[in-house]
T-cell receptor
Framework: SQQGEEDPQALSIQEGENATMNCSYKTSINNLQWYRQNSGRGLVHLILIRSNEREKHSGRLRVTLDTSKKSSSLLITASRAADTASYFCATDPGGGADGLTFGKGTHLIIQP | GAGVSQTPSNKVTEKGKYVELRCDPISGHTALYWYRQSLGQGPEFLIYFQGTGAADDSGLPNDRFFAVRPEGSVSTLKIQRTERGDSAVYLC????????????FGQGTRLTVV
């Protein structure tokens, strides 16, 4: 089963603009991670935010986490054509459960 | 190699046949995960190994699916009596330790059951 739900399912913007993707989840978590996937194959880890953190930055990426609303957002600033990919949030529930639970993803297209 | 390696990259098999998918994790990573991804969906957790033992196999869909990691490194996902619904990309990931840590994914094996 999939816990996370990304919103929107698809997003198309012009190069240089900022892209924001949202993720909602259902149960409590230890941490939340964002991954990027190109061409439906291997996933690349982007950033991990722990449940006691509210915001985290990595280069052009900014992730926020609101555990009271069970939601997270991923902001990509100054987008580039190479950012075109699918983006997934994944939750680590902890509490003895193992394995990340992924959402369905947001397909991001950057128009040159 | 430096990354997670999965073989084969593509596998086409006939309905009812047996298949094995192999995963070579990053050296030194004790945690290994298998996921399955259908078209348009996110990866779905199948099984997690910590060392040689399957710490969590709750994601395996039925008893046709089985995975081993006999020496705590390479893992094999085995599917018996394949069905067309098993067609998907099977992803393997490894990490230094389970939970709280970044998982590194392989490129996956695309399984097509005809």
């Amino acid at each position: 089963s999939q816990q996370g739900e990304e919103d929107p399912q698809a997003l198309s913007i012009q190069e240089g603009e900022n892209a924001t993707m949202n993720c909602s989840y259902k149960t409590s978590i230890n941490n939340l991670q964002w991954y990027r996937q190109n061409s439906g194959r291997g996933l690349v880890h982007l950033i991990l935010i722990r449940s006691n953190e509210r915001e985290k930055h990595s280069g052009r990426l900014r992730v926020t986490l609101d555990t009271s609303k069970k939601s997270s957002s991923l902001l990509i600033t100054a987008s580039r054509a190479a950012d075109t990919a699918s983006y997934f949030c994944a939750t680590d529930p902890g509490g003895g459960a193992d394995g990340l639970t992924f959402g369905k993803g947001t397909h991001l297209i950057i128009q040159p | 190699g430096a990354g997670v390696s999965q073989t084969p990259s593509n596998k086409v098999t006939e309905k009812g046949k047996y298949v094995e998918l192999r995963c070579d994790p990053i050296s030194g990573h004790t945690a290994l995960y298998w996921y399955r991804q259908s078209l348009g969906q996110g990866p779905e957790f199948l099984i997690y190994f910590q060392g040689t033992g399957a710490a969590d196999d709750s994601g395996l869909p039925n008893d046709r699916f089985f995975a081993v990691r006999p020496e705590g490194s390479v893992s094999t996902l085995k599917i018996q009596r394949t069905e067309r619904g098993d067609s998907a990309v099977y992803l393997c990931a490894s990490s230094l330790a389970g939970g709280y840590t970044e998982a590194f994914f392989g490129q996956g094996t695309r399984l097509t059951v005809v």
